[in-house]
């Protein structure tokens, strides 16, 4: 073989591991990573409310608390079923510490209410029986949603390192009968540790996960910041006659994001959603 033969042979080479080698890393990006909490904790259904304390490492304490509720109008009725929905489509955000997964069925209509608190303690409360807040924000929506059945979930992942006390409350059952008031105590547990991927890694591993299950994107959505919730991403997604409501927001001062999902009929699901939030 000539020299030319030889060089042309050995381009030929480095043009073929060139590209084979950026195969191999494009599909390395590709891959999903895995993402790990650093600790164990008790993880039970917990709809319809969030309830989570911040403790800084200097000493400080924030809180954040997140309801959402719905009475049926005069004649009507409701209930409000445990059913892991999210879980079982296998489109959970990794590394969440508490979460809430229900369907609810509306009959006739229903006045829903959702509400947000978030509070930066006072370390030396003159009155140990009641915490002042340093400051303080209280955001309540309210507003008519229609008959017909949604999936709601709910779920808290941390998004730095730090300490957190989580109150969890449960349903005494499967289900609860939204015309009359029933919960179970509350349950509380530390969490300490962190997440292994970013925040940026979380929300990416997740819409691919929606994708993964079908679910393809229709439309941004804007929501607009408040005092207490910064918004990361929301969007919705469409499979088939199903619609999906997805929105991840920064819990401001806590080193926490809530993820919020809605499926059921756009109609609907676009109502819950403006419940939820700021959603047009």
Request: glycine share 8%.
């Amino acid at each position: 073989m000539g020299k030319g033969a030889t060089g042309l042979v050995l381009a030929l080479a480095v043009i073929f591991l060139v590209l084979f080698g950026a195969v191999i890393l494009k599909r390395g990006d590709e891959s999903p990573k895995t993402c790990i909490f650093s600790s164990d904790f008790p993880l039970v259904q917990s709809p319809h409310v969030i309830n989570v304390a911040y403790y800084p490492e200097n000493g400080s304490k924030v809180s954040f608390s997140e309801g959402f509720g719905a009475w049926p109008i005069s004649g009507g009725s409701g209930y409000s079923i445990i059913d892991e929905w999210a879980t079982e489509l296998g489109i959970t955000p990794p590394c969440h510490i508490q979460r809430g997964e229900v369907r609810v069925k509306i009959e006739k209509g229903a006045k829903a209410s959702h509400s947000v608190h978030l509070c930066h303690h006072n370390p030396n409360p003159t009155d140990p029986l009641w915490e002042k807040c340093l400051k303080e924000y209280t955001l309540r929506t309210e507003l008519m949603i229609p008959s017909g059945e949604v999936k709601i979930a709910t779920f808290v992942v941390p998004i730095g390192g730090g300490s957190w006390k989580k109150t969890d409350m449960p349903f005494c059952g499967k289900a609860l009968n939204l015309t009359s008031a029933g919960a179970c105590p509350p349950a509380t547990a530390w969490v300490n540790g962190t997440c292994s991927c970013t925040p940026e890694e979380i929300l990416k591993i997740t819409v691919k996960r929606l994708e993964s299950a079908g679910f393809m994107k229709h439309e941004d959505v804007k929501v607009l910041e408040t005092e207490v919730l910064k918004p990361m991403y929301s969007a919705l997604f469409v499979k088939d006659d199903e619609y999906l409501y997805v929105e991840f927001v920064e819990v401001k001062g806590m080193n926490l994001m809530r993820v919020l999902m809605i499926m059921g009929d756009e109609k609907t699901v676009r109502a819950y959603a403006g419940a939820f939030s700021s959603a047009p």
